[in-house]
């Protein structure tokens, strides 16, 4: 895969190994002004991939790096996920520009850089996670339109198994899959933008609760 370098000098030394990739949209009008904000030392926000929309990858940082593009976030009782993910932004308007589908040859390119990542690194399919996932209570991103089953056609990503029934305690089951549950409301409204995105309602409902045990049995 050709990739641009691009470096950012927001970015330090990892305190742990790698283990996780986080994918988020850039929520800026085009691909150059969400790249030279992530160059801009000013901002101290970076990642190591930028993908366009035509599919151009660009890296910058390197992966044994920290980049810093998840903040304050939590997953499967870890924190500081920024020491131990590669983050990756794929080009979009996202909900402050007018949130549009991620184009083929912009997933297509993802999935290729991840299926590199997971080359280099020890990365099960329960932490190839959204934004949204890790930092419920201040993201949407990669948002309710980014293909997760797609991801997972390909081996990459959690998708729920089915048949396994209604799992009986949604905050028990939020937590178990790997969401922090401090605000119920929003692990559930981060849940169901990934798995349930047709029903974003902070409701869980009986498909919602098959959904949680269909992810349970899936890892």
């Known amino acids: 895969m050709d990739k641009i370098i691009s470096p950012s000098p927001n970015h330090n030394e990892r305190l742990c190994p790698i283990d996780t990739v986080l994918l988020h949209y850039t929520d800026m009008e085009s691909a150059q002004r969400a790249i030279d904000a992530l160059r801009n030392p000013l901002s101290q926000v970076s990642c190591h991939y930028v993908i366009d929309e035509e ?6 940082v390197e992966e ?5 593009h998840a903040g304050k976030s939590f997953w499967q009782g870890r924190t500081d996920l920024n020491s131990s993910s590669v983050g990756i932004e794929l080009v979009n308007p996202g909900h402050s520009y007018g949130y549009i589908p991620f184009s083929d040859s912009q997933i297509e390119a993802l999935i290729e850089l ?14 190839i996670l959204g934004h949204s996932d890790v930092a419920p209570r201040r993201k949407e991103d990669p948002g309710h339109l980014f293909p997760w089953k797609r991801l997972h056609q390909k081996g990459l990503g959690l998708w729920p198994v089915e048949g396994k029934g209604a799992y009986p305690d949604v905050k028990e089951g939020l937590s178990k899959i790997g969401y922090e549950t401090i605000s119920l409301p929003h692990a559930l409204l981060a849940f169901q933008r990934h798995f349930q995105p047709h029903k974003m309602d902070g409701i869980a409902d009986d498909e919602t609760l098959a959904l949680i045990a269909g992810l349970i049995s899936d890892h």
């Open 114 to 127: 991840l299926l590199e990542i997971q080359s280099r690194w020890e990365i099960p399919s329960s932490r």
């Open 55 to 60: 599919g151009q990858v660009y890296t910058l």
């Open 64 to 68: 044994r790096k920290r980049a810093w």
